[in-house]
Every structure is written in C-alpha cells, then in structure tokens.
C-alpha cells in the first residue's frame, strides 16, 4: 500500500534560517506529491505540488522536487518566517480502485515548525 | 479560486446526542468528498469517501452506523455523529474533490468536544 514517511517534529529555527523538511514515499504507482501547511485550529492548506518526476513545486518561497530515484519530495526554504510557524504534512495521490473518486490522499503525520524572532 | 466550508467550526455536545457537520463546496461542484478526523499532534485519519448520490465507502475500522455521511448533492456534504461520546470528540475535517485526481480543496475543520 501506499505511504508517506516525514521528518518527525517539533522543528524550531530562528527566523531567516534555512528550512528543510525531509519526506519519503511509497506508491505502487506514479502518485502526484503534495506539501500542505495547517495554521494552528484551522484546517489544511495546499502549499505545493508536483506531479510527475523532477517536477518542482513552489509557493511562498517553499520548494520541492520529486525525485523518482529517492522516493522523496523534500520542501525546503531559504529563509524561514515567523509567519511560516505551522504543522507542515507531506501528501501522495494515487489511484486507489476505479471511478472518479479514485484519488485518495495519503498524509505523513505532520511536522510541526515553530519560528523564533 | 475553489472553496470549501465547513461549519460549524467548534461545537460542544453532551454525551448521548448527535452532532451534524456540514461541508460546503462554494464555488464548484464536488463530485466526491473526503471526510477526516485526526486526533492531536497527529496526521489525518481518512474515515470515508463519498460520491454524490450513492452511498459512502468506509475506511476499515470506521462504524457507518455511528458516523453518517450523506451527499445529497453536488455543493453538500454531511457528517452527523451519532450518540456522541467523549471519545468522538476529535478535529473533523472535509475535503472536496471535482474528481478529476488533483484538485483537493480543504474545509476549515469542526472541533468536537463531547462532554
């Protein structure tokens, strides 16, 4: 079955620090990756996605590639925020079974990132 | 750009009744709907998925009987926990998807507190 493996929290960093958030995967077949941010008592947002090999996504000055070869979709920023102080969860789509509402979403169990001013 | 709702943002209910939760898609049609539930400081627990007209699918460990789901239509989505109990109480969140595999838009999630 599928899975997402992600670097366990709480993740603390000065503000302006180098951000990275390892996440590995494990699909049976070409599963869309995707980065969402939960803001504390709200619910999930999309941050990035990717959907094919070597493809990069980016948003609010986050990244990630997917790479094929590592199973993995690391998000990455050069220069983190207080503002980026969130739970951070690494997602896989990939077609579970036949019909429109195939794609279903598996998460990592989150990461949380406090920054400090 | 696409929007979910979801209300209400928190409810307290006594032991023993029911609660409904209700997921809104503003601006687009869902023709499938995911219902989460994720307990603190963990990821999201998928409980079921439901296509607009038929019935939900469960996730194994997940009791139809006491969590209902209803997608009457293409803009609506229902969950109601039924005879609530403490142990329900938990982050609910829904997700609505236009079906085609990767536009997944989240609602702002229910906190239920059974007391």
């Known amino acids: 079955g599928n899975s997402v493996t992600q670097m366990e929290g709480p993740v603390t960093l000065s503000e302006e620090a180098f951000l990275t958030i390892n996440c590995t995967y494990t699909?049976?077949?070409?599963?869309?990756l995707f980065w969402y941010v939960q803001y504390p008592g709200e619910g999930l947002q999309l941050l990035l996605k990717?959907?094919?090999?070597?493809d990069k996504g980016s948003n609010k000055g986050f990244e990630a590639t997917y790479r094929k070869e590592t199973t993995s979709f690391h998000l990455e920023k050069g220069s983190v925020q207080v503002s980026d102080s969130a739970v951070y969860f690494c997602?896989?789509?990939?077609?579970?079974?036949?019909?429109?509402?195939?794609?279903?979403?598996?998460f990592g169990k989150g990461t949380k990132l406090s920054v400090i001013p | 750009g696409a929007v979910v709702s979801q209300h209400p943002s928190r409810v307290i209910c006594k032991s023993g009744t029911s609660v409904k939760i209700e997921c809104r898609s503003l601006?687009?049609?869902?023709?499938?709907m995911f219902w989460y539930r994720q307990f603190p400081k963990q990821s999201l627990m998928l409980m079921a998925t439901?296509?607009?007209?038929?019935?939900?699918?469960?996730e194994q460990g997940v009791e139809k009987d006491k969590f209902l789901i209803n997608h009457a239509s293409l803009t609506l989505s229902t969950l109601t926990v039924t005879s609530a109990h403490p142990e329900d109480s938990s982050f609910y969140i829904c997700?609505?998807?236009?079906?085609?595999?990767?536009?997944?838009?989240f609602g702002s999630g229910t906190r239920l507190t059974v007391v």
């Open positions: 997700s609505a998807s236009t079906g085609i595999g990767y536009g997944y838009t």
């Open positions: 699909a049976t077949g070409y599963p869309s």
């Open positions: 990717a959907t094919k090999a070597d």
């Open positions: 997602a896989l789509s990939d077609k579970n079974g036949s019909g429109a509402g195939s794609y279903q979403l598996t």
């Open positions: 601006d687009f049609q869902a023709t499938t």
């Open positions: 439901s296509n607009e007209g038929s019935k939900a699918t469960y």
